[in-house]
């Protein structure tokens, strides 16, 4: 493998284990020297780089995170953290993972990126982040915009929020029709006799 007298070893490019390193010595004589010699290539950790980068402002949109693994040995999982707890995991590249601001609340939070390899071996990063207010996620269920009304009609609404709600109102041509206060789900009524 070699004319000169030295020769490198790379572990990043070998798999871990136990080896046996044989050197043969040649002079011009032709007599002929050798030497054996064990060595270990010991597992090593998986080289990680992550595209998140927090925005200057809190984060109020949904961000996709793209993690790029690789190393001496395959990844076997890469997982991903908020705060200490696990939200996702991810096995197979594309490492990605979407961070949605509306499930955490408003203040600064820490990712974790956990990247495991067949070596057993884990590679972590941390990047803080900071979430801002999102406003709540709302869904009509027995209303749509094909309905037509010839009879009283219930509906309902149901409100999905980051924090807690305190109020849900629903108002038909600028009037209120129904009103509550601290709660998430709010039944109304829409009567035809009330509309043009």
Known sequence: VSSTDTYTIIPAETAPGTYTLDIAVEDVDGDVGTLSAD??????????SIDFVPP?????????????????????????????????TDNEAPYEFTLDPFTLPVGDHTLEVSVTNAGGVTTGIEQAFSVGSVPPQLSITGVNADTVLSEALTGNVLAVGQSAISEVSVTANGAEIASGTDVDTLDFTLDPVDFA
């Open 56 to 88: 200057a402002e809190p984060m109020t949109e949904p961000q996709l995170i793209t993690v790029t693994a690789g190393g001496q040995t395959n990844i076997t999982g890469v997982d991903f953290a908020i705060n200490g707890i696990s939200v996702a």
């Open 39 to 48: 060595f270990v290539i010991a597992s090593l950790p998986p080289e990680v």
